[in-house]
């Protein structure tokens, strides 16, 4: 079965500043690689996947995510940050049927 | 654009009675899923179903049960509501496995928070 490690709870970083959010996988075959982002109050939003091809994918919101085989880790990086970033990330992974595994998810905190 | 409605987003109810959380999706889904939320959990799922009358046990089903009758709607019932089912409620749905369109990719309702006391 898969499962995901996202090793960071919670995130604090300064507006106009980078982001990387860590993901790590377990799983024996190519896996589905997914990230959703929520705000507060509000559902899951799909920001980028990767099936096959490119390892660099881009998102929406500015957002990209890098596939590592042999580290297995799907990373997602933002070159600056905004205050409307501040959110819950997920990571999560699908083997090709209808499940997704998920993340504990890592909360990112916004200071001015 | 996919859309996926969850009934309320804010639920109150008491110990002891039953409760129906609705989903409605509009795409045409044969996958539909209810998942919980707790703080540093992340998200496990109760039950999926991958067409109408048909039903999966998920992860944490003790305690719910579902319905489909229709293919675009998605019940979950709480029998007789406890304390330890406060939680965020969120609906999903997705093409079949094996569409090559769907690779797993679940798209999500805004969420129901429930408080029970």
């Known amino acids: 079965a898969q499962s995901v490690t996202q090793p960071d709870i919670h995130i604090t970083v300064s507006e106009g500043a980078s982001l990387e959010l860590r993901c790590n996988y377990s799983?024996?075959?190519?896996?589905?690689l997914f990230w959703y982002v929520q705000s507060p109050g509000q559902g899951l939003q799909l920001l980028l996947k990767?099936?096959?091809?490119?390892?660099l994918v881009q998102g929406i919101k500015g957002f990209e995510a890098e596939f590592k085989r042999s580290q297995s880790s799907f990373n997602l990086r933002k070159p600056s940050v905004h205050w409307s970033d501040a959110a819950e990330y997920f990571c999560?992974?699908?083997?090709?049927?209808?499940?997704?595994?998920f993340g504990a998810g890592t909360t990112v905190t916004v200071r001015a | 654009d996919v859309k996926v409605t969850q009934s309320s987003r804010y639920l109150v109810k008491r110990t002891g009675e039953k409760v129906f959380l609705e989903c409605v999706q509009d795409?045409?889904?044969?996958?539909m899923f209810w998942y919980r939320q707790d703080p540093g959990l992340g998200l496990r799922l109760i039950y999926f179903?991958?067409?109408?009358?048909?039903?999966e046990k998920g992860d944490i089903p003790e305690g719910y049960s579902v319905s489909r009758e229709k293919k675009e709607r998605f019940s979950l019932i709480l029998e007789s509501a406890s304390t330890n089912q406060t939680s965020m409620y969120l609906c999903?749905?997705?093409?079949?496995?094996?569409?090559?369109?769907?690779?797993?990719?679940?798209?999500f309702g805004p969420g129901t928070r429930l408080t029970v006391l």
């Open positions: 999903a749905s997705s093409f079949p496995s094996g569409a090559i369109s769907s690779y797993n990719e679940q798209f």
């Open positions: 799983y024996g075959a190519t896996p589905y």
């Open positions: 990767y099936f096959s091809g490119d390892t």
């Open positions: 999560a992974v699908g083997a090709g049927d209808y499940k997704l595994s």
């Open positions: 795409m045409d889904h044969e996958n």
């Open positions: 179903s991958y067409d109408v009358k048909m039903k």
